[in-house]
């Protein structure tokens, strides 16, 4: 079955980094463009970071750009999300996410899957 399985969260103190990792299977990992959003306590879910299937194009929300980098190894079917400078807002549980459009002759339809999530904290 499909499986999406994060690691790396932890506590870490301001100033320091921290790189998340996020092991797929079940799915035709290559073919999914991949991202990396989180959720703290009584906000929504955003997205911090997204890759496409081949590696070769990237976004980055604004308030983490320049201390983040995602990247991804289709031959392990992993990817990963390198953070640096934390701050105490970064906390949150960081979720992997793999999406692909389809299209059939009946139209498009999105083949979406969420890993569990893994916590980061940010404290002194």
């Known amino acids: 079955q499909v499986q999406l399985v994060e690691s790396g969260g932890g506590l870490v103190q301001p100033g320091g980094s921290l790189r998340l990792s996020c092991v797929a299977s079940?799915?035709?990992?290559?073919?999914?463009?991949m991202s990396w959003y989180r959720q703290a306590p009584g906000k929504e879910r955003e997205l911090v970071a997204e890759v496409t299937s081949a590696g070769l194009s990237t976004i980055y929300t604004d308030s983490m750009k320049g201390r983040l980098t995602i990247s991804r190894d289709n031959a392990k079917n992993t990817l990963f999300l390198q953070m640096r400078s934390l701050s105490p807002e970064d906390s949150a549980v960081y979720y992997c996410?793999?999406?692909?459009?389809?299209?059939?002759?009946?139209?498009?339809?999105?083949?979406?899957?969420w890993g569990q999530g893994t916590q980061v904290t940010v404290s002194s």
């Open positions: 996410n793999a999406l692909r459009v389809i299209t059939t002759t009946q139209g498009e339809h999105n083949d979406e899957y």
């Open positions: 079940g799915f035709p990992f290559s073919l999914y463009d």
